[in-house]
């Protein structure tokens, strides 16, 4: 399995591959949300995934961390070198490879009834031996790290309020503390901006450039607004009806490509810029 | 009139009710009406003239109660405080037992095949009626205040595993799928993407059940469950209305005043 996975590793050597995703389909009904995607990511890279809505970002994105099953078939997706699905089938050691993942979704998925710092703790789940974590029994380092992490985002004066009270800005940097806890090597976000206010958006983008750059992490990002991909990512793929279209610097996308990717009213994703 | 050439085309003409929508109606209601005049006779609904022509028995009964007997109340308090005790034990043990079954029998949580036989076991526990509990128990352990535990525990097992595998099913997936992205184990996912989300509901329905298992308790000592009821029925049989009229008080007054508490703690809790 992971021979073949390396067989086809276009950049970098295996160890160095965040994400070798080969030939990857995903049907819902009757409708193709993935049609044979091949994408491979490199440790460190920040790679931005557009396309207009129902392109497939978001099932690729899914299918990485294996919260959504591929269809059968020789699609395989690994990550770190470890398969996360083949065959249609989601690997047994998917919750070590999640452990390592950490998952930015739009709608931020706290659990609102728990407070910020209790949500950002659940980060260190997959560490702990299983009773630890169902009884809520932290170490104090974790706690110690899950200060930290809310800190470092900017959230840390919340810690004791409820995930619900908080603004859609707080409670994503809340998230992205969560991954931080978790001791993620990588952070993959599904439209991490969309529900937030420009500004917040803003504040949030910069946060997981700061990441990438600062302290190495890999991020891939869908995004809705193009112009967040290029001014924030190196790397742009363009899926356009489950299909890889654009696989290049965020520099070479003009407005053909553009035009290509989203039709002609491409400038709605241009909103920002025009505005 | 609404200027309607910017947008061309016809105006479509507004819904109405089609013709089998309109039969079901009938169908239904006058099925209903059916059913009801079909039944004056099987309920005895024509000697409702009795309530007025038997009117000695119902002045000694009355008399009887507007004159309650308080010589008793300590032992009738004490009947009514283990009445309580029955539903609270009751309640508790199916909450116990409604808890893992309500879990299990939620589609979002539990694969098909561990769903379909515990919810024929809630059917099962449901359908059957707590006094018809109760007569089994009273059978299986003797006269006393454990058969009555034990019937509501059953019969409220049933009723609240149901009401909690609706909440369950009715919560966001969001959160779980977030404590699941973090690595985590199904177990976990439970505890901290589920549970919290369902706390509210499942306390509010345990305590609402707390509050009818302290009626349906009462009723249960009728046939020898223990409590109050028993004493109730004794009283009944023995004509001493004065006595049976403190117990009715006493009945209304507890029953009221744990409606009253466990309505403040659930307002509390929502």
């Known amino acids: ?75 395989t997706i690994s990550v770190f070198g470890q398969t996360v699905q083949s065959n249609g089938r989601v690997a047994g050691t998917v919750r070590a490879t999640r452990s390592r993942l950490g998952m930015i979704f739009q709608q931020f998925n706290l659990v609102g009834r728990l407070s910020l710092f209790s949500n950002v703790m659940l980060g260190a789940l997959g560490r702990l031996p299983g009773w630890r974590g169902a009884l809520g029994l932290w170490p104090s380092a ?84 193009v112009d967040y991909a290029i001014r924030y ?17 965020s520099t ?21 810029t025009k505005a | 009139m609404i200027d309607t050439s910017v947008t061309g085309g016809a105006v479509p003409k507004p819904p109405s009710k089609s013709l089998g929508a309109w039969l079901l109606d009938v169908l239904i209601w006058g099925g209903v009406a059916v059913v009801l005049i079909y039944s004056i006779g099987d309920v005895d609904l024509g000697n409702l003239s009795r309530l007025v022509t038997n009117s000695d028995n119902v002045r000694t009964f009355a008399a009887g109660l507007l004159q309650p007997d308080f010589t008793n109340w300590r032992l009738f308090v004490e009947q009514m405080w283990l009445t309580i005790q029955i539903a609270l034990w009751g309640t508790f043990l199916a909450v116990i037992l409604a808890v893992p079954m309500g879990l299990a029998a939620a589609r979002n949580i539990a694969p098909i095949w561990v769903v379909t036989p515990v919810r024929w076991v809630m059917n099962l526990l449901r359908s059957v009626p707590d006094l018809v509990m109760a007569l089994l128990f009273i059978v299986a352990v003797g006269l006393g205040p454990l058969a009555g535990v034990l019937a509501i525990t059953l019969n409220t097992t049933g009723v ?51 509050e009818s298992n302290s009626r349906s308790a009462t009723v249960l000592g009728l046939i020898g469950a223990g409590g109050i009821g028993q004493v109730l029925f004794d009283s009944m049989n023995a004509f001493d209305y004065n006595s049976v009229s403190t117990i009715v008080i006493i009945v209304v007054v507890a029953v009221t005043l744990i409606d009253m508490l466990s309505q403040a703690m659930r307002k509390r809790l929502l």
């Open chain 1, 1 to 75: 399995m992971s021979s073949s996975a390396a067989a086809t590793a276009a950049p970098g050597s295996l160890a160095t591959s965040l994400v070798l995703a080969r030939d990857v389909s995903k049907t819902f009904g009757q409708r193709k949300a993935l049609d044979g995607v091949s994408v491979s990511v490199a440790c460190g890279e920040m790679v931005a995934l557009i396309g207009p809505s129902g392109s497939g970002k978001s099932t690729l994105l899914r299918s990485i961390t294996g919260l959504q099953s591929i269809d059968g078939g020789k699609g």
């Open chain 1, 142 to 225: 974790d706690k110690t790290r899950a200060m930290q992490a809310l800190h470092r985002v900017g959230v840390s004066d919340y810690a004791a309020q409820r995930a619900n009270t908080l603004s859609g800005g707080q409670q994503q940097r809340g998230a992205i503390a969560r991954a931080l806890v978790q001791g993620a090597e990588a952070i993959l976000a599904d439209e991490p901006v969309a529900s937030l206010d420009p500004v917040s958006a803003r504040k949030v983008m910069e946060l997981l450039v700061e990441l990438n750059k600062r302290d190495g992490l890999g991020v891939i990002v869908t995004l809705h607004q």
């Open chain 1, 233 to 249: 990512c190196d790397r742009v793929v363009a899926l356009k009806a489950g299909k890889v279209v654009y696989d290049g610097p």
């Open chain 1, 252 to 272: 070479g996308l003009d407005t053909a490509r553009l035009i290509d990717i989203y039709g002609p009213e491409f400038e709605d994703a241009f909103w920002e």
């Open chain 2, 160 to 210: 609240l595993a149901k009401l909690f595998s609706e909440a369950v099913e009715s919560i966001d997936k969001g959160p779980v799928e977030g404590v699941r992205a973090t690595g985590a184990s199904g177990l976990h996912e439970i505890v901290w993407g589920v549970v919290p989300q369902v706390a509210p509901l499942w306390t509010s329905f345990a305590l609402y059940r707390f």
